[in-house]
Each structure stands twice: as structure tokens, then as C-alpha cells.
T-cell receptor, first 115, second 113 residues
């Protein structure tokens, strides 16, 4: 199966630590998205890449958050100086510019718990 | 800005009963519409999508949804639910020319045996 994969699936960290998550999109997809989902809510858009270019960032993406997609394939999302409010599920999705309707396919997510 | 409302936070139905989950959107033009399902601790799986054309769309797992422009709605239906349908269901809107999806807050479906 060549779906979207994310690593790790779960991360527990202490407040103030830095964490990094990885996302591998579907291989032929050139668009990659990051969303955040808190308990009882729907996913909220954070940022997206087309190839290696980061083309849009949400206001939710504070300066403690940084995302990269250096070679236009996998992406990393880093959170510096984590806070308890960063506890959430971080979802990655991918899509292809060949789809004019932006059909996005999601990975299993990384559950972050900040103690 | 576009928004999505799922009025029902939690619905309980009996196994074998019919199901309808409501979704209303706010957007000035015809959006792209999606329904996703999320099992506990998992990512989102695409159930079905509407872009244009026939307003009744079929999806996986026996689900269907109907786009009603006059009501700005895209309700999800299933004629007979199975215990395995218990999950969280999210309606989402995609905007032409933009890349992000805007999600509703979700409806949690519980199935009684």
C-alpha cells in the first residue's frame, strides 16, 4: 500500500522540548498539507506545499512551528518549545495537481501529548 | 470566509436503521464537498465527494450524499447501518482556487446493537 504515512504515531514530550514529525505522501502527489486536530474538533489547516515550495501558512502556525519539504517528497513539521496547548493530532495529507478538485488523502496522524 | 456546520455532535442509531448526517456550508459559489470518516485514533478516510453534475453521489461502504444548492447542504445518508459504521464523520469544503479544506466539527456516530 502506498498511502500517506506518518512517523511517529504517538509522541509524549515535556513542556519546553522540541519535537519533529515526518510525513511521506503518496509517491506521485506533489501537494502536501499539514492539519491539526484537537479533541472533539475537525482538522484545521496549518500549511501546504507544492513540490518544495511552502505556498500558504495559517495564522495557527506560530513562529514556534516550522515545516519543510526539502526535496519535494517527504515533509517535516517541527514544534519548538512545546506548550501544553500544542497537544493534538497532527495530520498530513497529500494530493495531486492533476486532480482539479483537490481531493486530499490523509495519513494516520501523529498524536502529540505535551506534559 | 467559508465555513461548515454539522449541527449534530452525537447521533445514536440502531443497527440496521437508516442514517442521515447533516452538513451545511457557507460559501458564495459552488464548493467542492467531501465527507470523511475517522475511526478512533486513526486518520481520515474519504467516503465520497461532490464537484459538479449529478447532485446525488455514491461513495464507499454504501454511503451516499445529496447536494442541495438551495439549502447549502450536503447530507450524508445510509439506508442500513452496520456496527462497523461507528466512527466520527466530518464534512469538508474545498474552495475553488485555494488548497485548504475547511472541516466541520464532526458528528460522532454510535450504533446500538
Amino acid at each position: 500500500d502506498t498511502g500517506v504515512s506518518q512517523d511517529p504515531r504517538h509522541k509524549i514530550t515535556k513542556r519546553g522540548q522540541n519535537v519533529t514529525f515526518r510525513c511521506d505522501p503518496i509517491s506521485e502527489h506533489n501537494r502536501l498539507y499539514w492539519y491539526r486536530q484537537t479533541l472533539g474538533q475537525g482538522p484545521e489547516f496549518l500549511t501546504y506545499f507544492q513540490n518544495e515550495a511552502q505556498l500558504e501558512k495559517s495564522r495557527l502556525l506560530s513562529d514556534r512551528f516550522s515545516a519543510e519539504r526539502p526535496k519535494g517528497s517527504f515533509s517535516t513539521l517541527e514544534i519548538q518549545r512545546t506548550e501544553q496547548g500544542d497537544s493534538a493530532m497532527y495530520l498530513c495529507a497529500s494530493s495531486s495537481t492533476r486532480s482539479p478538485y483537490n481531493e486530499q488523502f490523509f495519513g494516520p496522524g501523529t498524536r502529540l501529548t505535551v506534559l | 470566509a467559508q465555513s461548515v456546520t454539522q449541527p449534530d455532535i452525537h447521533i445514536t442509531v440502531s443497527e440496521g436503521a437508516s442514517l442521515e448526517l447533516r452538513c451545511n456550508y457557507s460559501y458564495g459559489a459552488t464548493p467542492y464537498l467531501f465527507w470523511y470518516v475517522q475511526s478512533p485514533g486513526q486518520g481520515l478516510q474519504l467516503l465520497l465527494k461532490y464537484f459538479s453534475g449529478d447532485t446525488l453521489v455514491q461513495g464507499i461502504k454504501g454511503f451516499e450524499a445529496e447536494f442541495k444548492r438551495s439549502q447549502s447542504s450536503f447530507n450524508l445518508r445510509k439506508p442500513s447501518v452496520h456496527w462497523s459504521d461507528a466512527a466520527e464523520y466530518f464534512c469538508a469544503v474545498g474552495v475553488r482556487g485555494a488548497q485548504k479544506l475547511v472541516f466541520g466539527q464532526g458528528t460522532r456516530l454510535t450504533i446500538n446493537p
